[in-house]
Structures are given as structure tokens and as C-alpha cells.
């Protein structure tokens, strides 16, 4: 079974800058992909697994929020690497949610993905 058959969660690949704080870095850097339960970020700035974040983007093409959420590192590419295809992927860092607030922005975040807006 492939990563993407494991994902709860449908995902979106879009790109929209995220405001981030973590441990030892506040930054502000572009998601690559979102979905209602987590969003790969791109940086050079690294946390490692496990380390706590906050998160706050806007997010949605009519319907416009501004989502805060809270989040774990659940795993991080420390340099650029290629995937089977030779597709570069950049350094980041994936980013499990844990909480929202307000809590309905999950909610709001799959709705979207499953209605192909963004």
C-alpha cells in the first residue's frame, strides 16, 4: 500500500503562503499541499519530528478564512531530493493538525478539497 492510499484525507496541491511558528523558528513560507488533517510546508528552517507548531493561513478562493491551527512535525526532508519521476521535492517539513481554531475550519478546509474549490 503507497502513502497516498494511507492519507485519511483527500489532498489539495495548491501553493499559498503559511505564517509558522515552532520551536526555534517564526517564519512565514508556502505550503505545497493542504488537506483537512495536514500541509507539507517548504523551508530550509527545520523542526524536528514531534516539535509543536501554530499555523495561520487564509484559505479558499470565494469563500475566503483565515484558519489558525495548531500542529506537530511528523516528518521532515532536510535537503531537496526527486521522486520516482525525477520530480524535485523541495526541503520542508509535514505538518499533522492537531486542533483548529475555530474548530469548524477543518471541516471548512475538506469541503473545499472535495468540491475541487480552493
Do not use: C
Amino acid at each position: 500500500m503507497g502513502w497516498q492510499e494511507k492519507r485519511r484525507f483527500k489532498r489539495a496541491y495548491i501553493k499559498f503562503s503559511v505564517e509558522y511558528r515552532g520551536k526555534s523558528f517564526w517564519q512565514i513560507v508556502e505550503a505545497q499541499d493542504i488537506s483537512a488533517g495536514g500541509m507539507f510546508i517548504a523551508t530550509q528552517k527545520i523542526e524536528p519530528p514531534q516539535t509543536k507548531v501554530e499555523i495561520m493561513f487564509t484559505f479558499g478562493k470565494d469563500d475566503k478564512r483565515v484558519i489558525h491551527a495548531e500542529g506537530v512535525v511528523a516528518w521532515n526532508r532536510r535537503e531537496p531530493g526527486n521522486d520516482e519521476e525525477g520530480n524535485i521535492l523541495p526541503a520542508g517539513m509535514g505538518i499533522m493538525f492537531i486542533k483548529f481554531l475555530p474548530s469548524r475550519s477543518q471541516n471548512f478546509i475538506k469541503d473545499l478539497i472535495e468540491n475541487g474549490g480552493e
